[in-house]
């Protein structure tokens, strides 16, 4: 806790552990939104082959 708190009051500049946590954090959201795409890219694609299917075997 006190090493948290040290962190907190310390006024230098960044260092590579407060770099590599803010890295971090920007891979999570990162593959998270890239996880939300692919879920919406699969599901359009899904739909657009059902209806290319549906267009070329007929009503």
Known sequence: MNAFLAL????QGATLYEYCLLL???AVVA???LNTMSSA?????VNMA????????GP
Do not use: H
């Not at 907190?8 to 006024?11: I, S, V």
């Not at 890219?41 to 694609?45: A, D, H, K, M, P």
């Not at 059902?50 to 075997?57: C, N």
């Open 8 to 11: 907190l009051r310390d006024e």
């Open 24 to 26: 971090a954090l920007v």
């Open 50 to 57: 059902q209806a290319l299917t549906k267009g070329q075997t």
């Open 31 to 33: 593959i998270t939104g």
């Open 41 to 45: 890219i699969s599901t359009g694609l």
